[in-house]
């Protein structure tokens, strides 16, 4: 079955500072994998997502991710945080073997101070 | 519309009542999900429609809970004898193939008393 890890409940950084939120994976066959980003009380946005190519993915705001096959990871990456990254933010996995359902992480807090 | 559309985004409801909750994907979007936030938690897969096949209800968790889409358009999620445990935000999200990403609703936030 598959199935995503993300295993920091909460990062704090310092505004300017680079920012990485973990997050590992598991699935049998090839994986798709996604982040998405949740403010305080709306929606979720679709920050970036690998399928196939080039393992540096990049996204909305500023974002990247590198998909590293050997560690099963998908870690979010900023080269400089800015306050207004503080949200919540999910990585989620589908494994194209067992048809398109989408899993989510538990989710990380990111919390960006001035 | 533009977006996907949840309605109602607020119910407050009785423990034992049956509720029912409604989902508009954006059109021309073959895939449809629903997901359960409880406060303070990460999404909980409950339901997932492609087309024309049979859906993906390996998420539901309990019988109280069903789920029906006409064809590539609107959703509902039922939740039937509503418990205390069921209070969340229900939240819909479409998409327009395997590898693409999903767009959500603003949801409907549950609260069972």
């Known amino acids: 079955a598959q199935s995503v890890a993300q295993p920091e409940d909460q990062v704090n950084v310092a505004e300017g500072n680079p920012l990485t939120v973990k997050c590992t994976y598991s699935v049998s066959g090839n994986p798709y994998l996604f982040w998405y980003v949740q403010y305080p009380n709306r929606g979720l946005q679709f920050l970036l997502k690998?399928?196939?190519?080039?393992?540096l993915v990049k996204g909305s705001y500023g974002f990247e991710a590198e998909f590293n096959k050997s560690q099963t990871s998908f870690h979010l990456k900023k080269p400089s945080a800015l306050v207004s990254d503080s949200a919540l933010y999910f990585c989620a996995v589908r494994d194209n073997n067992q048809g398109g359902k989408l899993i989510f992480g538990q989710g990380t807090e990111l919390s960006v101070k001035p | 519309g533009a977006g996907v559309s949840q309605s109602p985004s607020n119910k407050v409801t009785e423990k034992g009542k049956d509720v029912e909750l409604r989902c508009d994907p954006i059109s021309g979007h073959t895939a449809l999900y629903w997901y359960r936030q409880r406060l303070g938690q990460g999404l909980e897969f409950l339901i997932y429609f492609q087309g024309n096949s049979a859906p993906d209800k390996s998420g539901l968790p309990s019988d109280r809970f069903s789920a029906e889409r006409t064809g590539e358009s609107v959703s509902t999620l039922t939740i039937q004898r509503t418990q205390q445990e069921d209070s969340a935000v229900y939240l819909c999200?479409?998409?327009?193939?395997?590898?693409?990403?999903?767009?959500f609703g603003e949801g409907s936030r549950l609260t069972v008393l």
């Open positions: 999200a479409s998409s327009t193939e395997h590898t693409g990403e999903l767009f």
């Open positions: 690998y399928i196939t190519g080039d393992n």
